[in-house]
């Protein structure tokens, strides 16, 4: 059952760091880890995100179905940046795993405005998670929870999260660059569609695989499938 002391499962957690470097990919995918994270972790509550408050920005990556749409909003409208157990895991230190119980200890987390207002209410009370640091200044952090009547995250738990924290950093790290470079591919081939010269590109085979609508126009010639 969710939250009895046992090991790690190797080749679950391979499964997990495949599916997080899938999500790099595709954005898509992370909903997936998300619940893959979860059940790797003897849970059934995850949520991945990155943050730079500096900027006020916060994104929410992926998070299992505890959290209804209207409780991911009041998270992103207000309560990420008085969450006191990221707060807490930043000041830890970027990269390092982290347990709820050491971060925001009993009774202290009983009487913060966090637990009474989304956690209690969306059956957490503990968590196994950390911060690392990404491009621009940006934060990823990782929460994995239990309910109150399960057992704790232990130095096991913590273990295996150091290890995924490497792992997620890269791969949203990942995923920012590739979106960049079809920002700028787009913003390319916007360029050339207002060309009035005609620009083609092909491949090897001497296919067209890309031509602008001036080059269109001139030689009739279009996209080869």
């Known amino acids: ?5 046992r090991g790690m499962d190797p080749g679950q957690f391979s499964s997990l760091l495949a ?3 899938d999500a790099s990919l595709d954005p898509a995918g992370w909903k997936g880890v998300a619940d893959l994270a979860a059940r790797v972790f003897d849970s059934s509550s995850c949520l991945l995100q990155f943050q730079n408050r500096a900027n006020g920005i916060g994104q929410i990556l992926g998070h299992t179905s505890n959290f209804t749409a209207a409780k991911m909003a009041a998270y992103t409208e207000y309560y990420y940046a ?7 895991a930043m000041e830890a230190g970027l990269g390092r795993a982290v347990l709820g119980g050491e971060l925001v200890p009993e009774p202290e987390i009983f009487h913060t405005e966090l637990y009474n207002d989304w956690l209690r ?10 911060s690392v640091g990404l491009s621009a200044g940006n934060v990823g952090l990782v929460g994995i929870h239990r309910p109150q009547d399960a057992a704790r995250f232990d130095r096991t738990d913590q273990h295996w999260m150091g290890h995924f924290l490497k792992h997620f950093g890269r791969a949203v790290d990942l995923q920012n660059r590739l979106g960049q470079v079809e920002h700028r591919l787009n913003v390319t081939l916007d360029a050339l569609e207002l060309l009035d010269v005609g620009v083609a590109v ?3 085979r001497a296919q067209v695989i890309y031509a602008n609508a001036a080059f269109a126009a001139m030689s009739g010639h279009a996209v080869d499938a």
């Open 1 to 5: 059952g969710q939250g009895t002391a």
């Open 19 to 21: 599916a997080l470097y």
């Open 121 to 130: 209410p969306t059956g957490i009370f503990d968590l196994v998670g950390g």
């Open 82 to 88: 008085h969450d006191l157990w990221a707060t807490r």
């Open 202 to 204: 092909v491949n090897m």
